[in-house]
């Protein structure tokens, strides 16, 4: 009921005499993968129109302010984001979310993750008794080859996203790590650089398979020191996808994804058999520090209500 409150007033301030204009959207999705992991989302989305002009770069402008709330099996999760559309080729973002969690035997949704005096590392917290949040703000640029040659067989699409995020759990410290939703545990308060480059290609006239698409993306923490333990090197993910519409309501991703991840001289070495050496106890291999592994395949399933 808060949001359907929000949305007159942001239709009045953004875009007076537009809001007969403005499209809502209801979804729902479910993500799983062979981690194995899995996700719900409910999301909800408005665009509104603002900025238009009568030229092709100009007249599908607008803003989507979109609202979501997620579960996992061991996290609650809430996140809003707003995208400003001035051109066809360009997008502004701004965003964040908030999540808390528990630790069952899946994982742990929020939790500290502590050296301990033996050189091993040990998760502690309680269930919602901290939380993690995220703010950010981002652009992209976005290019469509059938803009410049129509046709049905042109739609080959070109997207560059840059952001700069601020990650933070509320019970941690300055310096020490900590999880979320079963990560590695690697984390810690500061900002964060992420880059996102994708090339899709949507098919046409087809049934069922509407896109294809590869993506390559960066993660790089921006708060951390040279280590021998690697974490000023960057995180990359290499993501390929296919997107299925099954009905007008009803659509499947196919997802599979390689991470290129550090090599450890000791990363299978335990502390008298019981737990894995403390992430930042491990040593880079000299000669080989980084190599590119299989991560997941995963599926995303969603189903537009509205």
Same mark, same amino acid.
């Given at each position: 009921?808060?949001?359907?409150?929000?949305?007159?007033?942001?239709?009045?301030?953004?875009?007076?005499?537009?809001?007969?204009?403005?499209?809502?959207?209801?979804n729902l999705s479910l993500t799983v993968s062979s981690l194995p992991e899995a996700m719900f989302t409910a999301a909800q989305s408005f665009t509104i129109p603002m900025l238009r002009g009568e030229g092709f770069l100009t007249r599908g402008n607008n803003l989507r302010v979109s609202f979501s709330a997620s579960a996992t099996p061991v996290s609650l999760k809430g996140a809003g984001e707003l995208v400003l559309s001035p051109a066809a080729f360009a997008q502004i973002l701004g965003g964040g979310f908030i999540s808390g969690g528990w630790t069952m035997p899946l994982g742990t949704g929020v939790g500290l993750n502590l050296p301990q005096?033996?050189?091993?590392?040990?998760?502690?917290?309680?269930?919602?008794?901290?939380?993690?949040?995220?703010?950010?703000? =981002? #652009?992209?640029?976005?290019?469509?080859?059938?803009?410049? +040659?129509? *046709?049905?067989? &042109?739609?080959?699409?070109? %997207?560059?996203?840059?952001?700069?995020?601020?990650?933070?759990?509320?019970?941690?410290?300055?310096?020490?790590?900590?999880?979320?939703?079963?990560?590695?545990?690697?984390?810690?308060?500061?900002?964060?650089?992420?880059?996102?480059?994708?090339?899709?290609?949507?098919?046409?006239?087809?049934?069922?398979?509407?896109?294809?698409?590869?993506?390559?993306?960066?993660?790089?923490?921006?708060?951390?020191?040279? =280590? #021998?333990?690697?974490?000023?090197?960057?995180?990359?993910? +290499?993501? *390929?996808?296919? &997107?299925?519409?099954?009905? %007008?309501?009803?659509?499947?991703?196919?997802?599979?994804?390689?991470?290129?991840?550090?090599?450890?001289?000791?990363?299978?070495?335990?502390?008298?058999?019981?737990?894995?050496?403390?992430?930042?106890?491990?040593?880079?291999?000299?000669?080989?520090?980084?190599?590119?592994?299989?991560?997941?395949?995963?599926?995303?399933?969603?189903?537009?209500?509205?």
């Open positions: 009921m808060k949001r359907c409150r929000i949305l007159p007033v942001l239709v009045l301030v953004l875009a007076p005499g537009l809001s007969a204009q403005v499209e809502g959207s209801t005096a033996d050189g091993s590392g040990r998760i502690e917290g309680g269930a919602f008794d901290a939380a993690v949040w995220k703010a950010y703000g =981002g #652009a992209a640029l976005q290019f469509d080859l059938a803009a410049l +040659f129509p *046709g049905a067989w &042109n739609h080959v699409q070109l %997207r560059v996203y840059q952001e700069i995020g601020y990650y933070a759990h509320t019970g941690a410290a300055e310096g020490v790590s900590w999880v979320f939703e079963n990560d590695s545990g690697e984390n810690r308060n500061g900002f964060k650089y992420r880059a996102n480059y994708t090339l899709a290609y949507e098919m046409p006239d087809s049934p069922v398979l509407r896109t294809l698409a590869l993506q390559a993306e960066l993660y790089r923490k921006l708060y951390v020191e040279t =280590g #021998a333990f690697g974490d000023d090197l960057p995180y990359w993910t +290499f993501t *390929g996808l296919a &997107n299925f519409q099954i009905s %007008r309501r009803f659509s499947l991703a196919a997802i599979v994804q390689l991470s290129l991840d550090r090599n450890f001289s000791d990363w299978r070495y335990r502390i008298d058999k019981r737990e894995d050496r403390y992430y930042q106890y491990r040593d880079l291999l000299e000669d080989k520090p980084l190599s590119l592994n299989f991560y997941r395949f995963a599926g995303v399933f969603s189903f537009k209500l509205f």
